[in-house]
């Protein structure tokens, strides 16, 4: 994936306001990166855009060499569909399904899932299966939300926060379960954190601040998510 | 979409109070729709069927006498397929009850060629045997006087006593619904019925030798009947022509028409009113429902699923419902038109008059209530294709917050509690959603006062009619077109009689230009006592010394107003081919709720008539205690053909509309129904709009009344609003109501009592409260520290 001069106004009212002010970057295959920053740096809305769910106001971004920027809804919605996985920091699930049925819901619209049984074994919830979110911990909520993220098998999974709502320990397992992911299957992933350590268990971290990307920094080695503390 | 499918069902059980009021709502509409649509369809049908089968008229004729003989000559006026005599007498009937004023039509049946035209349907018993004292009567009749084949009844015909035997029970196309006359509203079975006696049988009795007093005749195909109007009036003037009517002017054949007409209309009208509701129920609950799964939505759009799988998830909620509320609606609307057309039997007896299962209304029904389920469905969700799914995953921008116009009036506001301050603020912020329901509040008001505004109408129209404009107790109507000078002289001398004022009622055509109606002018007295004409303040109008009054439907009809000139002709009038029309001046239209006619003094009609000084009929004003005496003396007198008594017509009606009464409260309840459904969907609504808000009241000690109170004030706000907007729109409602139910032969006053708008505002706040009843319950089980400790 590539960006060029990413940027991203947000009109209210007669104010606007710029968000991202021209940003470049490039992720490749096979990535794990943190993109780190301060609450209104810019982490959300890049992510955003990288996912496919708003358009940059200006900037080029092009994903497998499709150019991103040019698409429509509809083309959103698929690259959407078949490439992107997201991992909200409120998890996002829907409370009158159960765990598997919220995952089943996405699994639904894959081109070649894995099965529901596959994912939330990788989450360590196969036993949850049949509760339902508000029968779980935060812990055990944020990796059926990651369960239900990764069994469309994308290429791209995108995190927001993912611990963000989570003390240390349940922290640890979400992040050992996105790792995990990472490792064996070879994908992709984003995580925004504002929390510095998780960033020693990235490839690469790009640090945001007011809108632009300050620096990057490539991590030699990375830690495994025991090793970190917070 | 298994999983979303499965998602619906449980959001739908965790507001299935909300589901079933909106379903309910729904089958209201469209149960009146299917029943209404299935009946007027069976009582078409029947009738068709019946009017095929009996080769149903499409001429009638009123003469004095006309030969036997020369019968067969009047199907060579032009256009005239068929035609046929008969002899028609009012015959009263002798009983042990001397008082009593029971009535017989004897329609004469020629026994040996049996009749083409408007042919009995036979439905018991056995035709009666020529020449002898037999006949058939009308079933409803028979029931009502509790008669059996081979019982006999015994009748005053022309002065003489007539003995008959009961042989069968027979219908005729004609008489579907029978009346003595066009004036009395209802039938009348026990005082009033149809016999069909022996042509042979009858002449024996009667003074028609040879002659017949009646001609029906059926047209060629293609007939204008004004033309062969025209013709036969040339022809039968010199035999006492009383009136030529068309099939459309019949009375049973035009009640019958009124009746399936205007229910056709009501069909059309009252189910939309119904399903405008559900609209807004629906379209406020799904609004909601969205509103309050934004960040599902989101999530949904960022895992890739596309606007139109979004959408088809949400419209599957008002597609459900549609779906149940026609089906539920449609059948039993199907399922209540059969025992509903039976009740029609009381009225219009019609053989094979019974309901079918319609999958034509049904489905109808269906599309109906899909279509108005899935537009406030796509209305409510329009806004999830425009959300980004970055957008969609935070939450909206808070309403803007300010001073509402109502808090500028400090000393109210300040009197007002915290709760009832956040109610009303709440009310008037969300504007769109509130309108909808000032709206749904409005018409389910104005539904409410269709109950009273009926009662008031049918009231208005009786005691009006029988009280204030006929004010006679007695109406003796004479057998023949005669002076009236010698009765009267009798009468003015009885005991017990006040007044007596003679009547001439004259059929006539008046045309303006190419519109035209057959009406009876009535020729009043100058400064009649007895019958008056009332203006719509219900001030006496007098009858003009030249010229015309019309009624207003009348008026209406032709197009005229006061100034107009029109043109007059009457079958009674003496005239010469060059004068056969007459031009009168309009004097003034009146309002008239019984009958549409128009009024001359009588010195005036008699000289347009050129018969001299003839009447039809006297009106008396009488003691009651002499109304006996004064009938049984004259009942039987030669010159007088039937006396009505105006208080046996008033009880009658009064009776029979006390008995439907419970019809006209059937729009109170559905409007009670309908706006429980509307208020509960609200309470629901704001309740988990507000449900953190109310969850901390709770917490900081309110009690669940008092945290109620939130609710009730906005409530109650609407409520305010919707009343105030219902007034006008009830109004309007009646205006159309009485223009929907008014005809020829009665016009409904649009008048709107005060009592209306009170006990349609007690009824609307009753469901109100019926609905806040339950929404204190929701309260009540507010699980108030579980919602603090969630987020949103």
Known sequence: MEGKNIRKRFITGEVEVEVLKGIDFQVFKGEFIVLLGQSGSGKTTLLNIIGGMTQASDGELYYKGQPLHKMDDHGLTLYRRDEVGFVFQNYNLISNLTAAENIRLVREIAREPFTVEEVLREVGLEDWANHFPSQMSSGQQQRVAIARAIVKNPDLLLCDEPTGALDIKTGIQVLNALQKLHHEYHKTVMVITHNAEIAKMADRVFYLKDGMLDHITVVEHPLAPEEISW | MVVLRRKTWRDIRENIGVYLACILVIAIGLLIFTAMSVMMESLERAQQNFYREANFADGFVKLTGYPESKINSLTYVPGIRQVEGRIVKDVRLLDQNQDSNRYLRMVSQDMTNPPQINKLHLLSGRLPADSKPEIMVDPQFMAANHLALGDSVTTIIEGNQAVFYITGTAQSAEYIYVMRTAQELFPSPKDF????????????????????????????????????KESLQSELKPYGLQSIIARKDQTSHAILDAEITQNKNMSKVLPLVFLGVAAIILYTMLKRLIEAQRGIIGTLKAFGFSNREIIGHYLFYPALIGILGGLLGGLTGIALSFPFTILYNQFFVLPNLKSQFSLKYLLIGLALSLSFSLFSGIRASLEIIRLEPAEAMRPPAPPQAGKILIERIQLFWQLLTAQAQMGIRNAFRIKVRSLFNIIGIAVVFSLMTISWSMQNMMALLTTVQLEEVQKYDLKFQLSRLSAASPVRLDLSHEAGVSAVEPLLEAPATLRNGWRKKEVVIMGLV?????????????????VPANGVLLSAQLAKALQVKAGDLIEVESPLRRDTLEDKKVQLLVQGVVPQYIGSNAFMEDKNLQAFLRQGEISTSLLVKIKQSEVARITSKYRNADNVATIESISDSSKMIKELMDSYNYVTWLYAVLGGITGFALIFNSSIIILSERKRELAALRVLGMTPREVLRVITSEQWTLYVLGVLLGIPLAYAMEYGLAQALSGDLYSLPSELPPIALLGAAIGTACSVLLAQYRAYYRIKSLPYVEILATRD
Do not use: H, M
């Open chain 2, 193 to 228: 019925g149809i016999a069909y006696i022996p042509l042979n049988s009858l002449k024996a009795l009667v003074k028609e030798k040879g002659q017949v007093n009646d001609l029906v005749f059926t047209l060629s195909s293609g007939t204008d009947f004004e033309s062969v």
């Open chain 2, 526 to 542: 100058k400064d009649s006592s007895l019958y008056n004409i009332l203006d719509k303040n219900r001030r006496r109008v007098e």
